[in-house]
């Protein structure tokens, strides 16, 4: 079985000397932090033979965290998404077979950003676009980006929202507990509160052509669909959606599998929103290829599901 991985970061060393100075919460052993550095701006000496070691025909490649949403100066974002972009085309068109694009944009300014995910789109073939998590504090529901969720639709390209933007507000909850932050809890949190965000503002029933895709099995999401909806039935709100909340799942939002190495947590993802909803990818190179793979090969689901997360829901959702 072959597969196509969605969730794959990488890292512009130049990048950083552009942007601000960021400060890292996330406390790692220093191994592991000096292999994900060694890993991250590499292209070929590491990556592809881990590709090819496990399976792996098609990495989509993504711009690492906080990416262009560090950047404070909306005139730099717009810089930088493109010289990220130009990068990772150079990249791409050395292995055109084996690795794919999503496109970093500059929403600190919403029209660029439009501007942008049309060029890499139709120039540069990329596949559609990761942003993450919030802008500055500004959040994808706002009425500045009903362009952008027009352009997605029009390219017919998924967003891809990733966690890890600077946090804009002290969160309680974590205060004394760093091992909470990051992806241990705190960015499934954050992450899924935002696409419940959108659903809520009624961004799916505006722009129903539009897809997200959440990593980490959707960022505990898939697993409260029948409370999401049993709770709105009891709320007064200003403005009805056209679908029950679960209704989202499985049509406009789409998950992938990153990070979450689990068997039985993609089997039930499955069950709860869908065969052809849910996608493989790694969280390369945060985590292993080879417990990414097992967690597909694992599964107790026949071959023709395995099949459609392993590369078939990608093909089709990617045009691949």
Known sequence: ??????????????????????????????????????????????????????????QVLSLSVPGIQADTDAGAAVDNARFANDHLARAIARHPTRFKGFAALPLQDPAAAVIELERCVEQLGFRGALVNDHTQGRYLDHPAYGELWSALEELRVPLYLHPGSLPRDDWHVMRGRPEMYGASWSWQAETGGHAMRLIYAGVFDRHPGATLILGHLGEFLPF??????????????????????????GSNILITTSG?????????????????????????????TAEAVDSIEKCDLSPEVKEKIAHLNARRVLDI
């Open 260 to 288: 979450v190495l689990a068997p039985e947590a993609v089997q039930a993802a499955v069950l709860s929103i869908g065969a052809d909803a849910v996608m493989f990818a790694i969280d390369y190179p945060y985590e292993s």
């Open 224 to 249: 409260q669909r029948s409370r999401f909806d049993s709770r709105y039935r009891s709320l007064q709100v200003a403005a009805p959606l056209e679908r029950m909340p679960s209704q989202y799942f």
């Open 1 to 58: 079985m072959t597969y196509i991985a969605l969730e794959e970061a990488f890292i512009i060393p130049e990048l950083f000397a552009r942007q601000p100075s960021t400060p890292q919460k996330i406390q790692v052993n220093d191994e592991y932090a000096k292999d994900c550095r060694r890993r991250l701006a590499d292209f070929e000496e590491h990556r592809l033979p881990e590709m090819d070691a496990h399976g792996i025909d098609i």
